[in-house]
């Protein structure tokens, strides 16, 4: 639209000077002092932005993906080869992966929230860079739609699930039958050290019971105790 159509318009509507102080002015929503001032700047800022020079709109043309380039190429293939995938364009597959590598920074920052795993004889976390993208693209490809806060807490979830099964399998394994004993006998736990194991791993080295205990005791009351899961109801 031509900017002096746009002038002539709020020049022909707005109010006229001598009616700017009128009290019932209430489009201005201010009720506390003198309208008349706010309802004249509002036109004069009308009229001012009409004749202003805008450039042509680039928002979203400076959002950086988390993802490489080559890696992203190399995901789109991977992720097109699959059953649940393929009928999907190129942009999809590419959007709902660029909106999922948002997702990584904060769930790197929760890593660590329950399982301490930098000094565990623990693989890297390589599925930090796939629970996102499988949250996002299914719900991209479902329109779905849900909420951004809805899918991180999947995420969250998610990854405790990943971890915890990783925790069970490398260093709580060898130990679970001599907890399960311990709880039997001293339902407050004893501080113990088993030496050996059948984890998925390398045989891992001294483990304490009662850090695994603690880590156990922790995952637990963090999923009991989240927030979501606490206003949830019997049917959910």
């Excluded at 479902?142 to 490398?170: I, K, V």
């Excluded at 394994?173 to 501080?191: A, L, M, Q, W, Y």
Aim: glycine share 4%.
């Amino acid at each position: 639209m031509r900017t002096d159509l746009g002038e002539d318009t709020v020049s022909k509507y707005a109010t006229p000077f001598s009616l700017l102080h009128r009290p019932d002015l209430t489009w201005t929503s201010k009720t506390v002092y003198e309208v008349g001032f706010v309802a004249e700047a509002y036109k004069l800022a009308a009229l001012r932005s009409a004749s202003l020079e805008v450039p042509v709109a680039t928002i979203g043309y400076s959002i950086t993906s988390a993802v490489l380039s080559s890696d992203l190429e190399q995901y789109i293939r991977l992720v097109r080869k699959t059953a649940l995938f393929s009928p999907l364009d190129n942009w999809e597959l590419r959007a709902s992966i660029i909106e999922s590598s948002f997702f990584m920074p904060l769930l790197k920052t929760q890593r660590v929230a329950i399982y301490l795993r930098d000094n565990i004889n623990i693989e890297e976390d390589k599925y930090l860079s796939i629970i996102p993208f499988t949250w996002v693209g299914c719900n991209n490809r479902s329109y779905t739609f849900a909420s951004n806060r809805w899918m991180y807490d999947m995420m969250f979830l998610s990854l405790l699930g990943y971890q915890t099964d990783e925790y069970m399998e490398a260093i709580a394994g060898p130990t679970i039958d001599k907890i399960i004993d311990d709880t039997r006998v001293n339902p407050v736990g004893i501080n113990g050290v088993v030496h050996n194991g059948n984890g998925y791993m390398n045989e891992p080295p001294n483990i304490n019971i009662k850090q695994v205990e603690d880590t156990l005791t922790r995952f637990t009351k963090t999923v009991l105790n989240y927030k979501d899961i606490l206003k949830s109801s019997s049917s959910d």
